[in-house]
C-alpha cells in the first residue's frame, strides 16, 4: 500500500494560518504487475467527525481499511477544528481535497468521475456540504472549483439540520458557526437541496441520543422531495459513533456493520466500477 501525507495548503499556495491543518494522508494500492497495472479504481475522500472541535481516529483510519477492502482508493482529511476556525475553513479545506484528488487522478490511478465522500458525525455534516453546497461562494476562489461536487456522498450518522438540540447536535452548529445563530442556521443541510445535488446514502441508528435521527429524516426528504437519488437505512439498535461497527473501535455490532457492504452496492448501482 502507498501511503503519504499531502499539505492543502502548501499544495494551492495558500498561507497556512496558526493551528490550521488541512491535511490529506493519501491510501493507495500498490501497482503491481501481477494484476492490471492500467486498472483504474473509485476513489473515498474519507471526512471524520468530532463535533467540529476534533477529528476522530476512530472514524478515519479504520474507514480507510474498509473502503480499501472494497477496491477503493482512500484520502483521509484532517481539518481544521473550533475554536480557532470555523466556517468557511472546513468547507474550503474538504474542497481542497476533492480538487486535489481529481488533478492528481492520473497518479493514483483513479476515475476523476468516480469520486465519492464518506462522513460521520459532524464530519457527515461537512460531507453533506460538500455534496450540497459544492458551487458556494466561498470556495469558487479555487482553482478547479467545478471539481468540488462529489460523484455521491455517504452520510454516517450525520449532524444535518439547525434546530433545538432534542432535535439535532447543536454543539457542532455552534463550533462551525463561530456561535452565529444567523451562520449556523444558513449551514442546516436540507435548506440547500437541489436537483444538482450529489446523490447521497444515508444511514443512522433509532438508539443514537447524540445526533438524533430527525435530522437525517428531515435530509432525507429534502432529497426526495427535489428528486435527488438516495437511500436511507435506519438502524434500530446503536449508539452514536459506531463506525465500522467492529471490536478494533470499541463498537462491535455486526448487524449495523452491513453499512459499508450496503454503501459499496449502492455506489456499485449507481456505476461505480469496484474491484473488490
Not at 476534533?54 to 477544528?81: D, T
Request: glycine share 8%; proline share 4%.
Amino acid at each position: 500500500m502507498r501511503t503519504e501525507v499531502i499539505d492543502l495548503y502548501s499544495y494551492f499556495g495558500l498561507e497556512r494560518k496558526k493551528n490550521a491543518r488541512g491535511y490529506l494522508t493519501v491510501y493507495c494500492r500498490t501497482v503491481s504487475n501481477e494484476v492490471d497495472s492500467k486498472r483504474v479504481r473509485p476513489a473515498m475522500l474519507i471526512i471524520p467527525g468530532g463535533g467540529y472541535e476534533f477529528v476522530s481516529e476512530r472514524e478515519g483510519e479504520p474507514i480507510a481499511m474498509g473502503y480499501l477492502q472494497h477496491g477503493f482508493n482512500c484520502f483521509l482529511l484532517e481539518y481544521s477544528i473550533a475554536p480557532d476556525f470555523c466556517y468557511p475553513t472546513q468547507i474550503r479545506e474538504a474542497a481542497m481535497a476533492m480538487i486535489f484528488i481529481r488533478e492528481n487522478a492520473k497518479k493514483y490511478q483513479v476515475d476523476p468521475d468516480q469520486v465519492a465522500a464518506v462522513g460521520f458525525s459532524a464530519g457527515g455534516h461537512l460531507c453533506g456540504c460538500l455534496g450540497v453546497m459544492f458551487n458556494c461562494d466561498e470556495v469558487q476562489d479555487l482553482r478547479n472549483y467545478d471539481f468540488v461536487r462529489p460523484t455521491a456522498v455517504i452520510l454516517s450518522y450525520p449532524v444535518t439540520i439547525c434546530a433545538e438540540e432534542s432535535k439535532t447536535h447543536g454543539g457542532s452548529f455552534k463550533n462551525v458557526s463561530g456561535g452565529n445563530d444567523e451562520l449556523a442556521a444558513k449551514l442546516s443541510l436540507e435548506k440547500w437541496v437541489n436537483y444538482l445535488s450529489s446523490p447521497a446514502f444515508l444511514w443512522h441508528t433509532y438508539e443514537d441520543d447524540c445526533v438524533p435521527l430527525y435530522g437525517t429524516l428531515v435530509l432525507a426528504n429534502a432529497y426526495n422531495e427535489n428528486k435527488v437519488p438516495f437511500e436511507l437505512h435506519v438502524f434500530e439498535k446503536g449508539h452514536h459513533g459506531l463506525s465500522v461497527c467492529s471490536e478494533e473501535v470499541n463498537t462491535p455490532n455486526a448487524r449495523v456493520g452491513a453499512w459499508l457492504g450496503l454503501s459499496v452496492s449502492w455506489l456499485k448501482e449507481r456505476g461505480f466500477k469496484i474491484y473488490s
